[in-house]
């Protein structure tokens, strides 16, 4: 039962959606109907925007950039939020500048990554890192933080050397935290793939330079399934993270 | 402002010697202070000849809150300090093999902390302190958050574990029942800034009656010294 709620509001919203396009009350160049995204979605497959750039392809190498992108913002973010929540001294030292560079948006950084290194998968990595590491930065920081002091206490009284501690204790116990880093993390790391695939695309693939392309030659039918697929993905990579998050946290 | 001031006390290989006192007293301070988990502003701690100066091998601390590891199972919890040590994984699981089996967790080995019992959970705890083969044993109310029934055979199993492995147990408490029917020795302390009030020597046989430990003119005598520590007086 509870299965075939979850699907209700969204039926429910595409078919009004569906009836107002039919009826002519949301005109097709404002928002295409279910039925149009459907339709392109299919163009998108096998034909490719533009054509010969096939859906599959594009897919790839924006998650090719994503992954790039991500894995660097795990390796630098995850040793330095564990030193960030272990030493309060380093976390004094280091905060303030971690809360003056996080707000300023991925997005901002494109001319700078452009002139560092140029248009190409290395300033979408860049970007990319840039949208995840502070998440994942974060989120381990506090989790090494939240700690109950006593397992630390009890590591001492077993002997524990202080690098005893950092890897039997502090690393294991802020595992949960990471990956709730990295959901957050490769979350924005998507967004900001998108964003950054816009301005700067060297070879003519990845989801954004196909909305982009899209937009240029006037199909919205096929913006909108752009959009589509890469909520979708959005989600499965989600998913794929909550599964592997319980395989290895068996202990929470 | 002082924790305690002037508390000095021995304790004798294989004593079982309880410290109790009201709460806030300072008797987790005084077991963080042997421990090596916390540093006294005066005053030292010697175990024969040896200077404590910091966590040791020969002190053992078993938690109130367990302070198991929530990411290892039981045997890796017990195994910690062997591997701490450096010792090679076969023996040392093995070793924690013995102990789970002493302990009487068999079966449990490969369970998460959050899938045994309080009473359960302790067990390993005390397991995972033990395997250190500590001179002494410091014990931090250990049974104070768990229910009665299990209380009390926890408390028996803990007297069978000392008498087979003539471990010296220093244990705090805020139970009068507990420290009569437990210890050798009772040290009572009064409230803030804590002194020692009275150290009562409990020369009953063993195995002890529950009943008749609790009425015996030194639970009585323990009990009516907590009573003037604990209401404060003013003028």
């Known amino acids: 039962m ?27 160049f404002m928002l295409p109907s279910p039925f149009n995204i459907i339709a392109a979605l299919w163009d998108i497959i096998f034909t490719g925007v533009p054509p010969g750039h096939l859906l599959h392809d594009h897919l790839l190498y924006s998650l ?17 939020g ?41 300033s979408a990595a860049f970007i990319i890192f840039l949208g995840a590491f502070f998440p994942v930065l974060l989120n381990t920081a506090s989790g090494v933080h939240s700690i109950s002091p006593i397992l630390i206490d009890a590591a001492r009284t077993l002997n524990a050397t202080d690098k005893d501690i950092f890897f039997k204790v502090l690393v294991p116990g802020s595992v949960p935290s990471i990956f709730t880093g990295m959901r957050v993390g490769v979350g924005v790391a998507w967004m900001t793939l998108v964003a950054a695939e816009f301005v700067s695309v060297e070879n003519g693939y990845g989801l954004g330079y196909m909305i982009m392309v899209a937009r240029d030659i006037q199909r919205p039918d096929e913006i909108l399934a752009g959009m589509v697929i890469i909520g979708l993905t959005g989600l499965v990579i989600n998913i794929l993270l909550r599964y592997a998050e319980s395989w290895i946290v068996r202990w929470n | 402002m002082d924790v305690f001031r002037d508390i000095s006390f021995t304790v004798e290989h294989g004593q079982f010697v309880s410290i109790i006192g009201p709460s806030g007293c300072g008797k987790t301070t005084i077991l963080k202070i042997i421990s090596g988990l916390e540093k006294a502003s005066e005053g030292e701690i010697y175990i024969d000849d040896n200077h404590l100066t910091g966590p040791d091998k020969m002190v053992g601390l078993v938690f109130q809150e ?24 076969r023996r040392r699981k093995s070793a924690a093999g013995d102990y789970i089996k002493a302990f009487g967790l068999d079966g449990f080995e490969d369970k998460y902390p959050f899938e045994l019992s309080g009473g359960m959970q302790q067990r390993v705890a005390i397991a995972r302190t033990l395997i250190n083969d500590p001179a002494v044993l410091l014990m931090d109310e250990p ?22 492995r003539k471990v ?52 009585k005598e323990i009990f009516d010294l907590l009573t003037d520590e604990t209401i404060p007086v003013h003028m």
């Open chain 1, 2 to 28: 509870k299965r075939i709620r979850i699907y209700i509001a969204p039926l429910v919203l595409i078919a009004i959606w569906q009836c107002l396009s039919w009826s002519g009350i949301i005109p097709y």
């Open chain 1, 64 to 80: 090719y950039r994503v992954l790039l992108g991500f894995a660097a913002a795990v390796i630098a973010g995850v040793p330095l």
């Open chain 1, 82 to 122: 564990i030193l960030m929540g272990w030493s309060t001294r380093l976390r004094e030292f280091v905060s303030p500048l971690v809360e003056m560079v996080r707000p300023i948006p991925p997005l901002a950084w494109v001319p700078i990554a452009i002139l560092w290194f140029g248009i190409g998968i290395r």
């Open chain 2, 66 to 89: 367990y302070a198991l590891f929530p990411w290892r199972t039981t045997l890796q919890n017990v195994e910690f300090g062997l591997e701490i040590k450096g010792m090679e994984k």
């Open chain 2, 143 to 164: 049974f104070s958050s768990l229910d009665g029934p299990t209380r009390n055979s926890l408390q028996d199993f803990l007297l069978k574990i000392w008498q087979e």
């Open chain 2, 168 to 219: 010296t147990i220093l244990f705090v408490t805020h139970s009068v029942e507990e420290a009569v029917y437990l210890s050798d020795r009772v040290i009572v302390l009064s409230g803030r800034p804590a002194k020692i009030v009275k150290i009562i020597d409990l020369d009953y046989p063993r195995p002890r009656g529950r009943t008749a430990i609790r009425s015996s003119p030194a639970a």
